[in-house]
């Protein structure tokens, strides 16, 4: 099984430089909105090169230390965790039968970890920020578990490849259009989740300066950044899977994978800013009620 | 706990890395300046056009950060008081290594119009070391993309070396600073 080790390794620097590309070109998608010429669509890989070797003096107690690691690893375990390729025993990655209920678990990891180091820094506005955070997180958890257990309900299985394998046989079986209501909830979660912009209180750089990182520098920096492009492009893959069908090559993951990027990019491209009560209240409105319609039918079949 | 768990209190280190190493960095450093949003003068009011849509210094990998744990860059933008100046040795010394400083404005290099003021210092250079200085009383937008194009230059070049001078030299500058900033609070742990 030496090999699995391998795989895993070449599937996390893979998905850092795939998410660093992303954060890259949605800059550059930024930039051609507001009209400008905005940076190259390289620029988070120097901004990363650069915050590895900036030097660092600052002590703030243990989970301070702790919490980028956290926040990597909470990114690495979603990754690692969802098929990728469906079919593919190399690029299944470490699917298995329960895989589903550890990702959940895997995706409020991570920001746990943040929290309890943005609130160790001892910076006010670090503090604050987690507290908007984990509001906001109660709000988009709700419409994402409705959208995401009714569909291992109606398919019968807490497998993402199972998920996958209930899609198989053309694009009218994905789930996207098999059970329309759950994915608008769910990709409207997705919105929540990657904070795009209604729901972007959490890091506010005009409120709240820098948001939970406010006191992390350089190589705590570095980790934290690339533990948050790697957590989006496992999410990214993991909306893929439970809504678009999966994939069965890499070219259709890359397809799919940036279709849904394109709809977060477009949708913060045009939004103002929800504050978190709103955010909260929109979460557990609109989505809640729209999942809602395809769980009862569900159970009613 | 006890508010020593908070800082560190022995002196800045230097670091030595290996030169071919360190042209790369430095490199990737030139290419991502992340300058702190802290305006200490009247200067501070060009910040603004220069990173939005007319002047886009993004384009340039400038952009800027609220926390000065993050930033790289200080602008001295304009007239510095004495008492800004403890502010600004406070974000200077909170900022991480390497760090750089742009003076802005005919005010940083010898007081300006204000040069017989009470209350304005002179020669900013004395107090924190100053990489590249812009001339002018404003420079406009332009100017301030020329003086970071001189930045990136010196960056790259590897003699954009202010934070080195700035440990090796803590007792002058600490001693320049005392004279000037009667009322000496500011603590010295920092870094």
Redesign the interface.
């Known amino acids: 099984m030496w090999y699995k080790i391998l795989y895993a390794f070449l599937v996390t620097v893979g998905g850092l430089a795939y998410g660093l590309l992303l954060g890259g070109i949605s ?1 550059k998608i930024t ?1 051609r909105i ?6 190259t669509v390289f ?1 988070n890989f ?2 990363l ?2 915050l590895l ?9 243990t989970m301070f230390f702790l919490a980028p690691m956290f926040r990597l690893l909470g990114g690495v375990g979603v990754l690692l965790l969802v098929p990728i390729v469906y079919g593919s025993s190399i690029l299944s990655n470490f699917s298995f039968g329960g895989d589903l209920i550890v990702v959940l678990y895997f995706m409020v990891f991570g920001c746990l970890g943040m929290a309890l180091g943005a609130a160790d820094s ?1 910076h006010p506005h670090s503090a604050l920020a987690p507290t908007r955070g984990l509001a906001q997180m109660a709000g988009y958890e709700l419409p994402f578990l409705i959208s995401v257990i009714g569909l291992a309900i109606a398919h019968k299985t807490v497998s993402i490849s199972g998920l996958v394998a209930a899609q198989q046989g053309g694009i009218f079986h994905w789930n996207l259009f098999q059970y329309p209501f759950l994915s608008i909830a769910g990709l409207i979660a997705m919105l929540g989740m990657y904070m795009a912009y209604p729901f972007s209180v959490v890091m506010a ?1 005009q409120e709240i ?2 948001g939970p ?6 190589t705590f ?1 570095s980790f934290m950044f690339s533990g948050r492009s790697i957590f989006g492009v496992g999410k990214y893959v993991l909306f893929m899977d439970l809504f678009l069908g999966g994939a069965t090559n890499l070219v259709e993951a890359f397809v799919k994978t940036f279709a849904l990027f394109l709809i977060i990019v477009f949708v913060t491209n045009v939004f103002p800013r929800y504050r978190t009560e709103q955010a909260v209240k929109f979460f557990w409105t609109y989505p809640v009620v729209i999942g809602l319609i395809d769980f009862i039918r569900i159970f009613i079949k | 706990m006890k508010e020593k768990d908070y800082f560190l209190d022995d002196r800045p280190k230097k670091l030595s890395y290996s030169e071919v190493w360190e042209k790369f960095f430095n490199w990737a450093r030139a290419q991502s300046l992340w300058v702190i949003a802290y305006g200490t003068g009247c200067g501070s009011i060009e910040i603004p056009p220069m990173v939005t849509s007319r002047f886009d210094a993004e384009r340039f990998g400038v952009s800027t950060v609220g926390t000065p744990r993050q930033a790289d860059v200080l602008i001295i933008s304009g007239y510095l008081a004495v008492k800004t100046l403890k502010r600004v040795i406070r974000v200077y010394e909170q900022m991480q290594s390497p760090k750089y400083v742009v003076g802005l404005g005919a005010c940083t290099v010898n007081g300006g119009m204000y040069y017989d003021s009470y209350n304005t210092v002179n020669l900013v250079d004395l107090y924190i070391p100053i990489d590249v200085y812009v001339a002018g009383c404003m420079p406009r937008p332009e100017a301030i993309l020329a003086g970071f194009a001189q930045l990136m230059k010196k960056i790259k070049e590897g003699r954009a070396d202010g934070w080195k001078q700035y440990i090796d030299n803590l007792d002058k500058y600490r001693k320049n600073q005392e004279k000037i900033i009667k009322n000496w609070k500011i603590p010295n742990y920092n870094w």
């Open positions: 800059r930039a507001h009209g400008r010429r905005g940076p620029q120097i901004d090169i650069k070797r900036k030097k660092t003096a600052i002590s703030h107690g001892g750089p300066p820098v990182p406010t006191e992390y520098s350089s920096l």
